[in-house]
């Protein structure tokens, strides 16, 4: 029975064996996905939002799943899209990553592909004009030439008459007019443009007939005419001129035909000489025929007579008379029928009464004008006629210019200034004055009068009483108050400057030149130690200037040339640009650019209208595109000046323009200096242009199921939504309540242009979006808790990359001023505490729909107080360490290492740099230690001065790169080598380096001679011999008696000489001795010999 039952459980077990196999097999099938093949095919995008991608796999696990992510480069972590389908649509062109997965039970693989969609989308463009068949044709043929886009249909909009959409490009049998054509592209989109159609026919105006100035002769005159026409109907020719002379006796009319084959297109003058009847005006009638038969008229009525203008002329204390003549054939005669009776005609002109040639007859004298009154002249030419002119002559009396002030340095600082227009002040007198006045009245005051101008200054308030007389003996009564003395303000002028953060300053005494300027406080940006001396900015009139001073609040020391001393406390601004102050306004084929500011912080102001142009890759003036050089001050050749508050109507470009500011700070070194501010740029597109659609998912807006359409054309728009369904929105541009999906919007303007776009909603970006900008430090030196900061700096950073001239971002103290947009902050902002959160609040400048807000820190800090940079010494073949100031959080070494203190092997310039971290930022300052080695020194020599009894020297030499000093006791050391006054002796010589490298010995003798000796055998002084000579063992001296005869010779180690020559005792005398030393050196003397 147990074998059947071990038989049953083996069959048992090799099933569940099988099983398990199968199983693991099956699990082991599963894990190993395939690896699979991803390709993708690109659709370009032709028009806006057709582009797509088409993704195939192959080689994939059976079973799996394919999911397709993508992806828009350069992000590569937040995907735009996912689907399970085998294409993505509605894109734009850009660089995308297609990422395949394939999922199975679990686990997965991917593929990927990085793919490009080309924008070959072509914006429609297109000119007009127009043919005619002849030049008399009454109609004409518009003609559309597509110059950009791929053109579909045409028609015209409005006009004289209409055209539905036809595929031709011409319009045929058009009256003239005004036309707004129309053209569609094959994706929809469509641009108009407007066209004046003006045929080709004349329109010549005849201007009056003039005569000439001087007549040739009495029977006849020629008359010429001036025929125009305006730009846009040039002469068309051949024209006939008829002449029609109807006589003033009645007698027949007299016809004079010329006939004109060609001439100028738009001016031309025609001269005809016709007969004079008399003195008799008569009538030439002018008519034009072009070869259409279209007719121009005019009469001109003739008068031969001469034409006659007496006027006057200033002349000295009075005035002259001029006479001028025209139409008359010399010479004439005149006659002065009326006239004052003091007038004589040839006082004036010795001439008188004729013959006069010329046309222009002067009547004047040196001294003596012509008297007021009434004149009336005839003047009488060689053919008799004569011409007549009156005129009534007055006398306008003369107002003086007073000034009266009392702003001197006292209250007798009084003045009264008086001048004559025209004239000059001869003699005055003081008539009437306060008591106070110190000289008797009536005053002459003929010495207060320079250069005709009467001047009396030092006077006390009160009124006076002036008589003048000026050179022409008129005279004026003047009374007149001087006002009590008040004290003057001081002018303070503050306008910003070219730099930002920067401005200039303008003082100036009421009283008179400023003579000492001294700045006692100043922003923490200022970077000169205060109080800081600025008078040699005070100008030769006494004004101070200063140009380039950080922004913020000063504090002033003035003395004038009164000696009144001012404390002012002075703000100085900065420039802040104001981007919107001007206005654009955009029509059907042309716009309007006008300047609108309010901003007067700055003068004098001029605006400037520029253009780019493309081919010569700058700006310059909009219509003759003479190009304009960046930095200079543009003017009329490379620009158009706009006034403010002026509009330049009906521009008719396209391009891109901008417009420049240019003003002039206060600056006393440059006084030629100006400013120029690019405060605005902007695009004008022949077609209607969709610049963006966002949702509204920023503050105050509905959320992203909303979306508004921002375009630029011409206002008002109609939008709607053509797919995946129709909406009529109106002139709305906001589309509410949209489910996620796809859409293509439809714009259309006041023009007729029509502009496309296709959306993915959950592609949009919102309106408004802010980035976290990083916090503000201002690091102090001086302990201070306040600064003033540029907020304005952090722009860039909040707005990334959406365009700064479509918001605008304000800076606030607390949320809810930044969520109402109330009491904004300055640009330049001086904290009230320290920290200090700035609240910033973003909205779009043309869709106030939805705003958002974000907050950065502004913090002062201080900069590390470190001990004075230091010179530290190493010996050779050891270390010193280098400790930076300590209690920091933060050191950085020129060595890399980042402790407080390092140990260094080797001399050099060892720097770092200790910071105060506050976040991010930090308030650094820099320790430099110069190390520089040293070792003990090499004694290369030592030379010596003896000989002497006390009057010799040792000169030390010594090699080596350390600091030495010298001693003879090793105690007391000295820096100089050289030590004198010594006596003969042993010495040893200690060399120390400063720097505690070690000491360097070495002795050094000094030798002398004893002046006598007695060789008696008493066991003293019996040897001469010089002192310390054994110090040199290889010495000799040689000894000799007064004649010269040498008596014996030894060396340094010697006993000496013992006075002996030969055996035998040398007498008491003086000897003379030599010593060769081992240097080569030689030495004589004498000494004396007793017994």
């Known amino acids: 029975m147990l074998y059947p039952l071990i038989l049953n459980r083996l069959s048992n077990y090799r099933k569940y064996l099988c099983a398990f196999v199968m199983s693991l097999y099956t699990i082991l099938s599963f894990a190993q996905l395939s690896d699979f093949e991803l390709s993708v095919t690109v659709t370009d995008e032709t028009c806006s939002g057709n582009g797509g991608l088409q993704m195939s796999v192959a080689n994939t696990t059976a079973g799996a799943d394919i999911i397709f992510t993508l992806y828009e480069l350069p992000d590569d972590s ?37 793919v490009t969609i080309n924008d070959f989308t072509s914006e429609i463009d297109f000119e007009v004009n127009h043919t005619t068949n002849t030049d008399c044709d009454p109609t004409g043929t518009i003609v559309v030439n597509v110059t950009s886009g791929n053109a579909f249909q045409y028609e015209i909009l409005s006009g004289p008459v209409t055209a539905e959409l036809q595929e031709s490009n011409q319009f045929e049998n058009l009256p003239p ?41 009495c029977d006849e005159v020629t008359i010429t005419n001036i025929f125009s026409a305006p730009p846009q109907n040039p002469i068309l020719y051949p024209l006939t001129v008829t002449y029609t002379i109807i006589p003033p006796d009645g007698a027949p009319e007299i016809i004079i035909v010329e006939e004109l084959t060609s001439g100028p297109s738009q001016t031309f003058n025609m001269s005809q000489t016709v007969m004079t009847y008399g003195d008799a005006s008569f009538t030439v009638h002018i008519s034009i025929t072009d070869s259409c038969d279209n007719v121009f008229e005019r009469d001109n009525t003739i008068d031969p007579n001469p034409s006659v203008q007496l006027f006057p002329t200033e002349a000295y204390c009075g005035k002259s008379l001029n006479l001028i003549v025209n139409h008359f054939l010399p010479p004439y005669q005149v006659d002065f029928i009326e006239a004052p009776s003091d007038f ?82 001869a003699s005055a007198s003081m008539l009437v004055a306060p008591a106070s006045y110190g000289n008797t009245l009536p005053d002459d005051l003929s010495e207060d009068i320079d250069n005709g101008t009467l001047s009396v200054n030092n006077l006390a308030s009160g009124d006076y009483t002036v008589l003048v007389i000026d050179n022409c003996g008129s005279e004026y009564l003047i009374e007149t108050t001087v006002p009590e003395f008040v004290q003057q303000p001081l002018s303070i002028i503050s306008y910003p400057n070219c730099l930002t953060e920067t401005g200039s300053l303008r003082l100036a005494s009421g009283y008179g030149a400023l003579t000492s300027v001294i700045m006692t406080a100043a922003p923490s940006s200022y970077n000169q130690s205060l109080p800081d001396d600025l008078s040699d900015h005070i100008n030769d009139l006494g004004i101070f200037f200063k140009n380039n001073l950080p922004a913020g609040s000063y504090t002033f020391e003035l003395i004038d040339l009164c000696g009144y001393v001012y404390n002012p406390e002075v703000y100085v601004d900065t420039y802040v640009s104001n981007p919107n102050s001007y206005v654009l306004n955009r029509n059907c ?13 700055v003068v004098p102001q001029s605006y400037w209208f520029q253009k780019y142009i493309p081919e010569t890759e700058s700006w310059g003036h909009p219509y003759t595109e003479v190009p304009y050089v ?216 043309t869709l106030d729909i939805c705003y958002a807000t974000t907050s950065f820190e502004i913090e002062v800090g201080d900069i590390p107080v470190l001990d004075p940079d230091a010179t530290i010494s190493i010996c050779d073949s050891s270390t010193t360490l280098l400790t930076a100031t300590s209690g920091y959080p933060s050191y950085e070494w020129s060595t890399g290492e980042t402790s407080p203190s390092i140990t260094v092997s080797q001399d050099g310039i060892y720097s770092v740099v200790v910071k105060n971290n506050f976040g991010d930022f930090s308030c650094e300052s820099t320790q430099t230690f110069n190390v520089v080695s040293s070792n003990i020194a090499t004694i290369e020599s030592i030379e010596t001065t003896d000989w002497t009894a006390n009057s010799n020297t040792i000169s030390v030499l010594v090699s080596g790169s350390g600091d030495y000093e010298f001693s003879l006791d090793g105690v007391n050391y000295q820096t100089e080598n050289t030590f004198t006054n010594l006596p003969p002796g042993e010495y040893l010589i200690y060399v120390k380096d400063r720097n505690g490298c070690g000491i360097a010995t070495e002795e050094v003798f000094l030798l002398n001679y004893p002046s006598f000796f007695t060789p008696n055998d008493d066991g003293y002084n019996d040897f001469w011999h010089i002192k310390l000579a054994r110090i040199e063992p290889e010495l000799r001296v040689f000894i000799f008696d007064r004649y010269g005869k040498l008596l014996t010779y030894f060396n340094g180690q010697d006993f000496g000489w013992d006075g002996t020559y030969n055996g035998q005792k040398m007498p008491t005398n003086d000897y003379w001795f030599l010593v060769e030393r081992t240097n080569g050196k030689t030495y004589k003397g004498h000494f004396t010999l007793k017994r």
Do not use: W
């Open 78 to 114: 937040t995907p735009i899209a996912e689907t399970t389908a085998t294409a993505f649509d509605n894109l734009v062109s850009g660089n995308y990553r297609v990422v395949a997965t394939q999922t199975l039970s679990g686990e997965e693989n991917q593929q990927q592909q990085d």
């Open 177 to 217: 007019g005004t036309y707004i054509v129309r053209v569609f592209d094959d994706c929809g989109n469509a641009l108009s443009k407007s066209y004046t159609l003006i045929l080709s026919v004349n329109n010549i105006s005849i201007n009056p007939s003039t005569l000439p100035v001087v007549y040739d002769s």
């Open 344 to 425: 004589n005609p040839v006082d004036y002109n010795e001439d008188y009464p004729g013959p006069f040639f010329n046309s222009v007859t002067t009547f004047e004298a040196q001294d003596m004008p012509v008297p007021y009154g009434s004149y009336t002249v005839q003047v009488t030419d060689e053919c008799g006629r004569t011409g007549i002119h009156s005129l009534l002559l007055e006398e306008e009396p003369l107002e003086p210019d007073i000034i009266v002030n009392n702003t001197g340095c006292s209250v007798d600082s009084g003045f009264i200034n008086v001048s004559i227009p025209d004239r000059e002040v």
């Open 589 to 601: 084929g042309s716009f309007d650019v006008g300047i609108l500011e309010t901003d007067d912080s």
């Open 630 to 845: 960046e930095g200079d001050i543009p003017n009329t050749s490379t620009a158009i000046e706009i006034q403010n508050e002026e509009t330049i109507f009906n521009i008719f470009l396209t391009g891109d323009f901008r417009l420049i500011k240019v003003f002039q700070p206060f600056n006393n070194e440059n006084p030629d200096e100006f400013c120029l501010d690019i405060f605005a740029e902007f695009s004008i597109y022949s077609n209607l242009i969709i610049s963006g659609v966002y949702n509204l998912s920023c503050i105050g807006g509905p959320g992203a199921s909303d979306i508004i359409v921002d375009v630029i054309g011409v206002a008002p728009y109609n939008f709607s939504i053509i797919e995946p369904f129709v909406l009529d929105n109106g002139e709305n541009n906001v589309f509410s309540n949209l489910d996620p999906g796809t859409y293509e919007i439809k714009v259309e303007d006041v023009c007729g242009s029509i502009e496309n776009i296709i959306i993915n909603l959950e592609n949009l970006q919102p309106l408004v979006r802010v980035n976290q900008p990083d916090n503000l430090l201002v690091c102090s030196d001086s302990g201070a808790t306040a600064a003033t900061f540029n907020l304005s700096d952090q722009q860039d950073q909040i707005l990334g990359n959406q365009d700064p001239n479509d918001f605008i971002v304000t800076f606030h103290s607390n949320m809810n001023d930044a969520n109402s947009g109330n009491n904004p902050l300055p640009f330049n902002y001086t904290n009230t505490s320290n920290p200090q959160t700035i609240y910033v609040r973003v909205i779009h400048n």
